[in-house]
């Protein structure tokens, strides 16, 4: 089994900063694409920025410029840099990840989610 963990979300003032962090563990043989989502209340979940293990990136346009998506493949751990925010981007956040487990299976996993409030 794999887990995703996910951390730093929190309550912000508009025009402040946060960082998340997801952290994978369990039977992992490799980690393909991860990715930041989220669901603000009455709306659907939406992609935010995702990576590739090979280092492609790409955003939501309402996030580009202000959003940083970053990865230590070392310790199957995604990063997102959050700047300049908006409360609109109050949301739950979710961290989502397509693992290769031990049986060389692939597989779609998601994180808990973390809380993002931003206060204008």
């Known amino acids: 089994q794999v887990q995703l963990v996910e951390s730093g979300g929190g309550l912000v003032q508009a025009g402040g900063s946060l960082r998340l962090s997801c952290a994978a563990s369990?039977?992992?043989?490799?980690?393909?694409?991860m990715g930041w989502y989220r669901q603000a209340p009455g709306k659907q979940r939406e992609l935010v920025a995702a990576s590739t293990s090979g280092g492609s990136t790409n955003f939501a346009n309402s996030v580009k410029v202000r959003f940083t998506i970053s990865r230590d493949n070392a310790k199957n751990t995604l990063y997102l840099q959050m700047n300049s925010l908006k409360p609109e981007d109050t949301a739950i956040y979710y961290c989502n990840a397509v693992v290769q487990d031990s049986a060389m299976t692939y597989s779609s996993y998601w994180g808990q989610g973390t809380q993002v409030t931003v206060s204008s």
């Open positions: 369990g039977r992992i043989f490799s980690v393909n694409a």
